[in-house]
């Protein structure tokens, strides 16, 4: 299984029910799947196999990090055998969030040539600016990279 999954997603987990003849395997549709969920979001669930034997389940992470394994199984309808899957493990991790501050005014004020701003409690900056918000975190490319040339 890929991942890990954000807390905030839906993971996909799938069964393949394949039947032999002796010679070739064949997909088997319409057959109904348990899945058991153990971990951090514990429960069981159903699909039914497509057309390429496929079933496939949602599990939704409800805001829960942690780690989960999930085992399929399903029941033969001509023999009453019982198959397992091997156990799949789904890692679930919170999303770093993200911290914005708005809006904040920087104000600005001359230095000396010893580099030290001494500023007077009824000063007046060089400079004010307002900046409507400051992003801590920011999505992965959000902020373009600098130009050549740039400091």
Known sequence: MSGPYLTTSTASVQATVLDFDGWNLYPESDVVVQFTVAGAHPFTGSAITDWYGVATLAIPG???????????????????????????????????????????????????ASGVVSTMPLSQPSLTQTFPSIVFNPAAGSIPAPRRGWA
Do not use: C, H, R
């Not at 199984?73 to 055998?81: H, L, V, W």
């Open 62 to 112: 409800l805001g829960v990090a942690g780690t989960d394994t999930v085992k399929a199984q399903f029941t033969s309808s001509s023999s009453g055998t019982v198959y397992q899957s091997n156990t799949a493990t789904l890692t679930w991790v919170a999303p770093k969030p993200e911290i914005t501050i708005s809006p904040v005014t920087a104000k600005f004020y001359v230095a000396d």
